[in-house]
Structure formats: C-alpha cells, structure tokens
C-alpha cells in the first residue's frame, strides 16, 4: 500500500469532520484546505476536487497486486481487501449515509477490476461475469460494513473466495 503524506491524511481527516456538517457536493476547496491546516497549492498537488481525497483513501494498493497468478493470490488479496477497509469503515459509512454508494461501488468496483481483469481474462472468464464477480465482492464488503462486520476477516475472505470461485466454473 502506497504511504499518504501528512498533509493527505490532514485532508481526509478535514473532509470526514466536514461530512459530518454538511453535504459532500458543498464542501469547496477553501474550506477543505482551511480546515486541514494545509495551502491550497498542497491540495492541488495531490487533487483537483474535494471528491479525490475520498476516492483516494478508497483505493487500497498500489501496483503490487497488479500481477495476481493464482488462487493462493487471490485469497491473499481479498484477505488484504477486507482488513483494508475495515481501517476505513467510518469512510464507508459516511459515504453511504451521504447518499454515495453509487460513488463507493464505482471506485472500489474500478480498483478490483485493474486487480483481476488480466487473471480472468487470461482464464477465459467473460468480461460479464468478472463484473458479476466485482459487484458481488463490492456488495458483500459494504453490507458487511453495514452489519458492524460481524463476520471475522478470514470467514469473509474464504466466502467470496468460494462465491467467485463458482462464479468463474460457470464459465
């Protein structure tokens, strides 16, 4: 996973308190970058808009992953995937409560897309069916979420492990 900087997380920190106050679309960059504590050409160093710092700390990993072979892969990787965002459930569940699950399934869905697609495609697994797979992982995390993550990490990586796992026999 790619360190932020200290002026990424004093981002990320000011638009979670500002969520809080008001509508994600009204947050402007002045009162973003005042609230941080940080100039606004830091912001822009890093972002265009006050929805990047969110999408950002939405993608977990970096290029490490890009390069997944096999089913011992894929369990490390979901395994990851949910301790992941289990440190962002707040992010999360701000999100869903702001009326952004669209936002948050579109840019979790595009991270494990990159992830997966060449070792799907390279098993002949239809592009179709890697979405159903995507949107099924996306789906489990945040109802997960939402449900306090009762299930421990590991029972919900070997569930969408098996769940995927059937999905690619299908085709």
Same mark, same amino acid.
């Given at each position: 996973?790619?360190?932020?900087?200290?002026?990424?997380?004093?981002? #990320? =920190?000011?638009?979670?308190?500002?969520?809080?106050?008001?509508?994600?679309?009204?947050?402007?960059?002045?009162?973003?970058?005042?609230?941080?504590?940080?100039?606004?050409?830091?912001?822009?160093? #890093?972002?265009?808009?006050?929805?990047?710092?969110?999408?950002?700390?939405?993608?977990?990993?970096?290029?490490?992953?890009?390069?997944?072979?096999?089913?011992?892969?894929?369990?490390?990787?979901?395994?990851?995937?949910?301790?992941?965002?289990?440190?962002?459930?707040? &992010?999360?569940?701000?999100?869903?409560?702001?009326?952004?699950?669209?936002? &948050?399934?579109?840019?979790?869905?595009?991270?494990?897309?990159? /992830?997966? =697609?060449?070792?799907? =495609?390279?098993?002949?697994?239809?592009?179709?069916?890697?979405?159903?797979?995507?949107?099924?992982?996306?789906?489990?995390?945040?109802?997960?979420?939402?449900?306090?993550?009762? @299930?421990?990490?590991?029972?919900?990586?070997?569930?969408?492990?098996?769940?995927?796992? /059937?999905? @690619?026999? /299908?085709?």
């Amino acid at each position: 996973m790619l360190r932020k900087s200290f002026a990424q997380d004093c981002l #990320y =920190t000011a638009v979670m308190r500002l969520m809080k106050e008001k509508d994600l679309e009204d947050i402007t960059v002045k009162e973003l970058v005042l609230k941080a504590g940080v100039s606004r050409s830091t912001f822009y160093r #890093y972002y265009t808009q006050p929805m990047d710092v969110l999408r950002d700390y939405l993608q977990p990993f970096n290029d490490d992953n890009a390069h997944l072979d096999d089913e011992d892969d894929k369990k490390v990787y979901l395994r990851r995937f949910y301790q992941y965002y289990t440190s962002h459930s707040e &992010l999360i569940y701000a999100l869903i409560q702001s009326s952004k699950t669209e936002f &948050l399934r579109e840019t979790i869905s595009s991270h494990i897309l990159e /992830v997966f =697609t060449a070792m799907m =495609t390279n098993k002949g697994i239809s592009s179709f069916l890697q979405k159903a797979s995507v949107g099924l992982c996306v789906e489990i995390l945040i109802v997960w979420i939402i449900n306090d993550r009762e @299930e421990k990490i590991e029972e919900m990586t070997d569930t969408v492990h098996n769940m995927v796992s /059937v999905i @690619e026999r /299908v085709s």
